[in-house]
Structure formats: structure tokens, C-alpha cells
């Protein structure tokens, strides 16, 4: 039995619930009998029905005595649903093969147990990395409490952030990736210097996908309150410094939560920013500014991934980034691929491939 392709389709699954399924993770499943499948799941929304569940639903009665293949182990907790081990006991599936265990203290193992003391055989460890692939904020999350920062970074091939002259340095199939990067990330981080000069939305709208919350830092709150960004539907969060709170009300009453945090006139503490974040449960956040920001989260080595869109275009305004060398990490460079007439780079930091 090729237990790799069984799993490659339980992957394929739960990518249609990613971007959606935040706090929960993005899963999939299949049943397999007699060496085909019989029935196929993903966890489409947080509340909804999990994989497995959906799976042993498609199977019907062709579950019992099957093989489940799922890509994070299954819960032996109720949540806002019952647990997944006691559909999967009930269902009469004999053998179930798991991506990777689940680093939620309420899981953790303990739906594996629940498995075995059923009299269910555990295989651990199909496609493990590809598996955790699927949910990296939710990984960390779990185990710092804090976001999955990824940094984009759109750049000419001289490292400039932009060309005076353009709206945009990328071309249109770029800007439909960056609109796919922001509707599977909890939310989507700028500065208050990319509010004034570019004036951004923060929005998906190139393609389909739940709105991130958008995330704001400003250390003087000198960002205008028509600001396109806050025309947009969805939660919108304002970081401001202590000590600006009479220039919050404006704010709060269009419907933005201003959160105070450490910061002098220069810039927020990120460090708290992201911890405020991770305590309302935002498990991944896209980091998209200019070069002050950006520059700000490399030195601090907050930076989980980095996606670099390099445009073909040469020149532009400012520094050029990879000036800037001393701070730069040695990066591992995990994929590389076209979108339209750029090449988009992705890498991490080495330790966190370890």
C-alpha cells in the first residue's frame, strides 16, 4: 500500500480549508478500503464538522474496517465539537496513519492513547513535514503563543521598495499572490508611514478569501482617519505608544480597537505587539511595509519567513535593502517559482527547518 499517495490527497483536502479554519488548524482525511478511497473530508470552518468527521460522513457505512489517513492527530477533547476519537471508534475504522501530532496540550498524544486502548492501530509520521507545512502559525502558536511572522518583501532587483514614479513595482499576477498570502494569514501588518504614503486597503479582493484582520503601527498617530484601509470590512487594530490615548476616541468610535503598547516617538515594541496579538488568538500575521518596518523585524529576528517578490525593473527610491548586510541571517531558501514577470524567493531562518 503506498501510504505517501493516500496522504498527498488528505494534503490536497486540507488546503481548501486554509485561511478559513483559524483558531483550528487546516485538516484533511480519507477513508481507504480494500486499496481505494471511500471517502474524503477537510475541516472547512472553525466550529464545523472536523475532517475525520467529514470523512467517515462521505464513507457511510464502507468506514468500518477502513484505514484513515489524516494529516494532524485526532482530538479526544470537546471543543465546540465532540471529540474525533469517538467518531472514528465508532465508525469501526481498524488502522489510522497521522501526519504529525498535534502540539495542543488538550491533544497532544492523548487522542493517540484514546486510539490504541480502542484497539485501533497508529502509524505517526506520514509526510510529517508536509503535513505541518499546512498549519505553521498554528505549530508555533501552540508552543509560544505568539504569530507566524512572515515578511514580504516586493522589491526591484536592486532592493529599492519602490519607483516614485509607479503605484506598483509588481505586476498583476504578483499582486493576486500577495492578495492569496493575506487570506491565509490571520491578519496583515503595515505601518503608519505605508498608511500616509501609500495609502493601502489591506484587503483581498484579487481573490477569493476570508479578510485578515488588519494591524496598524503608528508611534504618533498621525495617520488620517479617511484612510482607505479603514473603509474596509472586517477588524482593524491601531498600536499605538502609551500616552496618546485622547487621540484614540476618534478610532475607536469608527469601530478600530487602539491598544496601547511600549514605544518612544521612534517605534512600537514589536515584541509586544506580537505577544498582544498572539492573546487574541492571531496565530499568523503578514508583514507588509516599507523599509523601516521591515528593517525593524529582521534586526529583532522576528522574521519566521521571508518572501521576496523581486520585479525585473532596476532603480528606484531610498536605500537598497541588501545594503543593509551586517543584520541579514544566512537563509534557506525552501522554494523559488514565477509569478508572472516576477520571481518570487521563499526562505526561513535554518533552525527553524531543524
Not at 273 to 284: A, D, F, Q, T
Amino acid at each position: 500500500m503506498d501510504e505517501k499517495f493516500f496522504m498527498r490527497e488528505a494534503i490536497r483536502l486540507a488546503k481548501k480549508g486554509m485561511g478559513w479554519t483559524s483558531p483550528n488548524p487546516a485538516v484533511g482525511a480519507v477513508i481507504v478500503k480494500n486499496g481505494r478511497i471511500v471517502g474524503r473530508g477537510y475541516h472547512k470552518r472553525a466550529g464545523l464538522p472536523h475532517a475525520e468527521v467529514c470523512a467517515i460522513e462521505d464513507a457511510g457505512k464502507n468506514a468500518k474496517g477502513g484505514l484513515l489517513f489524516v494529516t494532524l492527530e485526532p482530538c479526544a477533547h470537546y471543543g465546540r465539537t465532540p471529540p474525533c476519537t469517538s467518531a472514528i471508534i465508532s465508525a469501526g475504522i481498524k488502522e489510522v496513519f497521522i501526519g504529525h501530532i498535534d502540539p495542543n496540550p488538550l491533544v497532544n498524544g492523548k487522542g493517540i492513547e484514546v486510539l490504541k486502548r480502542n484497539g485501533i492501530k497508529v502509524h505517526v509520521g506520514i509526510l510529517e513535514e508536509e503535513c505541518k507545512e499546512l498549519n505553521r502559525g498554528y505549530i508555533k502558536f501552540m508552543k509560544t503563543g505568539l504569530p507566524f511572522v512572515t515578511l514580504k518583501l516586493a522589491l526591484t532587483l536592486n532592493g529599492k521598495f519602490y519607483i516614485p514614479s509607479m503605484r506598483y513595482i509588481s505586476s498583476e499576477t504578483a499582486l493576486k499572490y500577495v492578495h492569496r498570502l493575506r487570506a491565509l494569514n490571520d491578519a496583515v501588518l503595515t505601518g503608519g508611514g505605508t498608511i500616509r504614503i501609500d495609502n493601502p486597503r489591506l484587503s483581498v479582493r484579487f481573490v477569493k478569501g476570508k479578510e485578515p484582520v488588519k494591524v496598524i503601527l503608528t508611534a504618533s498617530l498621525s495617520i488620517s482617519e479617511n484612510s482607505e484601509v479603514f473603509k474596509e470590512k472586517g477588524e482593524k487594530i491601531l498600536f499605538i505608544p502609551e500616552g496618546l490615548s485622547n487621540k484614540k476616541v476618534i478610532f475607536e468610535k469608527m469601530g478600530v480597537e487602539v491598544i496601547e503598547v511600549e514605544g518612544t516617538p521612534a517605534g512600537l515594541s514589536l515584541k509586544e505587539v506580537l505577544k498582544k496579538m498572539g492573546e487574541k488568538k492571531i496565530m499568523s500575521v503578514l508583514v507588509e511595509g516599507g523599509e523601516k518596518i521591515a528593517e525593524s523585524f529582521i534586526k529583532e529576528k522576528l522574521v519566521d519567513r521571508f518572501i521576496f517578490i523581486l520585479s525585473p525593473l532596476v532603480g528606484g527610491k531610498g536605500r537598497s535593502i541588501f545594503k543593509e548586510g551586517e543584520w541579514m541571517d544566512k537563509l534557506r531558501i525552501t522554494k523559488v517559482m514565477k509569478k508572472g514577470e516576477e520571481v518570487v524567493i521563499i526562505a526561513e531562518r535554518p533552525c527553524l527547518q531543524e
